[in-house]
């Protein structure tokens, strides 16, 4: 495959980076396993999650055999299971970021179903990527928000400043071997600070 022409469509790459949830993207990318290869059965594999989300007619063969130890020649040019990691491959955590896997019921897979499984593992791992970021970035402003609640709670109730308030929250954090934005919950929660 020239490595400068895509096997995929704009509209389905677009489709992938622009899901709406973690769901339609994994939805996005087994459908474009499916209709981008000879495949009759696609499946996302992720361990911190889901576990293996499976589609077409021998996804569900294709998640029993993924679901157990790797098969033999799994990774074999003209197999008929074919698994590309979601990671780079100078990451020490490969084995544990998912993949994506293609498997024929009638025949071997050939390249140029390796060449569009690899770049649509690609096109998951940037979309997937993105997910996490979102997801974290949002936890980090709800803890934020959190704290600055308790921070306000602790000012008006004790006459501190904020820096002071912060310094309360952080040593019945350390002190109590709590969570920062769990004893700033519990302040939130109970209008009061936390019993040692």
Not at 93 to 115: E, I, K, T
Not at 133 to 155: D, K, P, V
């Amino acid at each position: 495959m020239d490595p400068h022409r895509s096997a995929l469509t704009a509209d389905v790459v677009a489709a992938l980076h622009a899901a709406r949830d973690r769901t339609a993207c994994l939805d996005g990318v087994l459908a474009a396993l499916l209709s981008a290869s000879s495949a009759t059965g696609a499946a996302v594999v992720l361990p911190r999650a889901a576990g293996v989300v499976v589609a077409g007619e021998s996804g569900p063969v294709l998640g029993a055999l993924l679901a157990t130890a790797d098969p033999a020649g799994v990774d074999a040019e003209e197999a008929d299971v074919i698994r590309i990691p979601l990671a780079e491959p100078s990451d020490a955590r490969r084995d544990r970021a998912g993949a994506v896997a293609l498997h024929r019921a009638s025949g071997p897979l050939d390249a140029r179903d390796r060449d569009i499984a690899e770049e649509i593992a690609l096109h998951a791992r940037i979309a997937l990527d993105a997910w996490d970021a979102a997801e974290e970035l949002e936890r980090g402003l709800a803890s934020r928000t959190l704290i600055g609640q308790a921070q306000g709670i602790l000012m008006e109730r004790f006459s501190l400043d904020a820096d002071r308030a912060f310094q309360v929250l952080r040593r019945y954090s350390q002190d109590g071997n709590v969570k920062l934005v769990e004893v700033a919950r519990r302040v939130v929660q109970t209008g009061a600070l936390p019993t040692v």
